[in-house]
T-cell receptor
């Protein structure tokens, strides 16, 4: 079974609109962390937001928020007020177990294109 | 620039040759990670170091792959007898023990084996 599933290979959004990128995960661990990264065409992975499995509040970082639904094992990324510079690949990832950042499993990504 | 630095950015090599990539992490970061990313996929974990100790290796890291971090600072990833299937982006990331936070990634080395 896939540990991280991103079902949207590609998404379009109008500039200034909000967009939700889907992510579901599979783990039997009680302690885990969920990450979202942005990868522009230059190739660098840029950290966006982190949610710990024990965090009760949804994580927010500026225009990014993570809609964490633990029972449904989903961790969707919401980008508000989309900008042209948001066009990129977006990867959801999960770290399992405790003890800090070890290996992380990534999804296959969603390509977001922002339309002027 | 105090980010993670990877060299070279691009490498084209003939099948059967050996290649070595270098990663310079953020200076105060004691953890260093190597990932491989093929076209259309997310990064796949290869290995990580805490200081100079290599603590975990993926099954993806065959005998032809070796990684070192001799002084707990920069790291090298060597691929011996390259194969066309080794063509990928090799990403390095660094982080700090004890914090459940992100790792910072470099811009990667794109390897093409012809």
């Amino acid at each position: 079974a896939q540990k991280i599933t991103q079902t949207q290979p590609g998404m379009f959004v109008q500039e200034k609109e909000a967009v939700t990128l889907d992510c579901t995960y599979d783990t039997s661990d009680q302690s885990y962390g969920l990450f979202w990264y942005k990868q522009p065409s230059s190739g660098e992975m840029i950290f966006l937001i982190y949610q710990g499995s024990y965090d009760e509040q949804n994580a927010t970082e500026g225009r990014y928020s993570l809609n964490f639904q633990k029972a449904r094992k989903s961790a969707n990324l919401v980008i508000s007020a989309s900008q042209l510079g948001d066009s990129a690949m977006y990867f959801c990832a999960m770290r399992e177990g405790s003890g800090g950042y070890q290996k992380v499993t990534f999804g296959t990504g969603t390509k977001l294109q922002v339309i002027p | 620039d105090t980010g993670v630095s990877q060299n070279p950015r691009h490498k084209i090599t003939k099948r059967g040759q050996n290649v070595t990539f270098r990663c310079d992490p953020i200076s105060e970061h004691n953890r260093l990670y190597w990932y491989r990313q093929t076209l259309g996929q997310g990064p796949e974990f290869l290995t990580y170091f805490q200081n100079e100790a290599q603590l975990e290796k993926s099954r993806l890291l065959s005998d032809r792959f070796s990684a070192e971090r001799p002084k707990g600072s920069f790291s090298t990833l060597e691929i011996q007898r390259t194969e066309q299937g080794d063509s990928a982006m090799y990403l390095c990331a660094s982080g700090i023990t004890g914090l459940n936070t992100e790792a910072f990634f470099g811009q990667g080395t794109r390897l093409t084996v012809v």
